[in-house]
């Protein structure tokens, strides 16, 4: 932990838990467990960290997210930010940064040889990883029981790189591949038979990181309707959850 530590000052500086930061965003710097990454496999880009956020920073997030007003109305379910993000998106951002570092960077050198005589893929490319910012955009979802989201791929709009952190409730997330000579959003048809869906359990406080295939060839949806929602077997059960996503706008030339 020293270790990681010492390095993480080393690349990024001190500690962001200074003066000018509010009380939402300095309560969370009780240390996140050192972030455990996993590949899902069948999509290439596509990456997990499920122990991404300690209870006590995902009970901060919670209510810096609610504490803006942005859901006073119960008619209210989204919003979005461009540019100017909040303190603690900011810091979130920072924090999936030095994840995917200790990662990449740290666990195992970058481009490392593995066993098999390949190469060790990275999170994110270091030119996305470096970028700044790294997010300029967010968008926030409340979901109640039974609301989720149609099967997309994230408008073109957004570079390569984007980053959903999962609150309050699990849910599973499925992948299809998007169809050759379909559009970037192509609905679901429940029985094609080239479809595959690989499913993705999200956890309170996780992190999915999508860049490459898993971003631009993999349409992502979640169905929280009654029998959609099964894990190994068992239905989860329904609650409110929060879904933060951190993307980055194209620039325009």
Known sequence: MENHEELLREVFGESSDSEDLDPQTKHHQTRDPIPSWEQIKEINGLWLCRGFLSPQHQSSLVSAVLNEGWFNEDSHNQAMRFGDLPAWAIELSSSIRE?????????????????????????????????EPLFDQLIVNVYHPGEGICAHVDLMRFEDGIGIVSLESSCVMHFTRVEEGGSDIVEHRENHPLTTKV???????????????????????????????????????????????????????
């Open 99 to 131: 994840a995917v570092f200790l990662e990449d960077h740290v666990s195992e050198p970058i481009n490392s040889v593995t066993s098999n005589g390949g190469t060790k893929p990275c999170i994110l490319p270091s030119n996305l990883l470096w970028r």
């Open 199 to 253: 499913p993705v359990l999200l956890t309170p406080g996780s992190l999915v990181i999508m860049s490459g295939e898993a971003r631009y060839l993999w349409k992502h949806e979640i169905n929280r309707k009654p029998g959609f929602q099964m894990w190994e077997g068992q239905e989860l059960m329904q609650e409110r959850r929060i879904s933060i996503t951190l993307r980055k706008l194209c620039q325009v030339d």
